[in-house]
């Protein structure tokens, strides 16, 4: 009788998991309606969107992993816990993501720098993760990499161009993963930039194209290396660049389970992104303290409500509801005193 059940569970996950599929597409729309309709204002309300928008993929990422982690528990696959690997070879799934990375970049540019693998063991302990994950981030990574090294460096289309490296260090409380290029660097004045939703230094953004045709599978950002979205098997090639969530997200997906992104870049010459992927074990999810611990697992002590914020908003949220708040006090000073 359990079988059954549990059968017909998992098949209620399975097309919950299905149905959410389009939601970065849909969302990127509605941003791009915003930006459209508020033109140059629109940057005085991107923080609030933005942390709207990291606020709403944290919890869709932990969602999802929860869904996809029971999913594939049901199929007992060796030498898996669900989506977990309990050995996950870094090394391999960054082989992997250097192969699509290129394949895109030849696609789409003509020509692809080689990338050189280096791995450097400190801690040889298996390392168990996500490797959906690790690969989405590393691709994400790697074609930036790629593409502005051919941008910066090439001339013509069999040129000699600088590696892109990615050094791999097995350390005691995570793995990292340094990716350098040569691809002319961010300047300072723009490297905060990066971690804006919706922004991108390509050229042709592919939401243009996805716009005409709603029914058409999202490509890269929503592609099947990415776990927020379900592998679609008729996915066309994928696309190099444009959508301008790739970075963010991927920063979400590393801080999720305590790691984190960080970009060092010198302008005119190029980048260097560090990625420390946290081994999982040591540390939980990295949520809002309100969702960490639960209202059940206080007591009845008076809370100073100075110690700590208890909503669960940003600062800029907090900034930017104040800014209403006083906005609509001024249009409406009969009502200040209510």
Not at 188 to 216: C, G, H, I, N
Not at 223 to 248: D, E, F, H, I, W
Not at 294 to 318: C, K, N, Q, R, Y
Request: glycine share 8%; hydrophobic share 35%; net charge negative.
């Amino acid at each position: 009788e359990t079988g059954p059940k549990d059968g017909a569970f998992t098949n209620l996950l399975s097309r919950i998991f299905e149905e959410h599929t389009e939601v970065i597409q849909q969302l990127a729309f509605g941003v791009q309606d915003l930006m459209f309709d508020m033109g140059a204002d629109y940057e005085k309300v991107q923080p609030e969107v933005d942390a709207c928008l990291r606020r709403f993929f944290m919890a869709r990422i932990g969602l999802r992993f929860l869904l996809q982690h029971h999913i594939e528990s049901f199929k007992n696959r060796d030498g898996y816990s669900g989506i977990l690997q309990l050995e996950c070879n870094a090394a391999a799934v960054a082989r992997k993501a250097a192969q699509d990375s290129t394949m895109l970049c030849r696609a789409h540019l003509g020509q692809a720098p080689p990338v050189v693998i280096t791995e450097h063991v400190i801690d040889p302990d298996p390392f168990t993760y996500v490797p959906m994950h690790m690969h989405y981030m590393l691709l994400e990574l790697l074609k930036n990499a790629c593409r502005a090294t051919v941008e910066h460096q090439a001339e013509g289309w069999d040129d000699a161009l600088p590696s892109v490296t990615i050094d791999i260090v097995y350390g005691n409380e995570d793995v990292i993963f340094k990716i350098s290029d040569e691809g002319g660097g961010i300047s300072r004045a723009r490297l905060q930039d990066v971690w804006k939703f919706m922004y991108s230094t390509y050229s042709v953004t592919p939401w243009a194209t996805l716009r005409k045709d709603e029914t058409v599978s999202p490509g890269s950002a929503d592609s099947s290396t990415n776990p927020l979205q379900r592998p679609r098997l008729k996915s066309a090639g994928g696309v190099l660049a444009g959508y301008g969530v790739g970075l963010t997200l991927s920063r979400l997906y590393a801080q999720y389970f305590g790691g984190d992104l960080k970009i060092l870049s010198m302008d005119g010459f190029g980048t260097d992104a560090y990625l420390h992927l946290s081994r999982l074990g040591r540390g939980c999810e990295n949520l809002p303290r309100g969702v960490l611990y639960s209202p059940s697992m206080g007591d009845s002590s008076p809370v100073d409500s100075t110690s700590e914020e208890h909503f669960l908003i940003s600062t800029d949220e907090a900034a930017f509801l104040k800014r209403e708040l006083e906005r609509m006090r001024r249009e409406n000073p009969e009502h200040q005193s209510e």
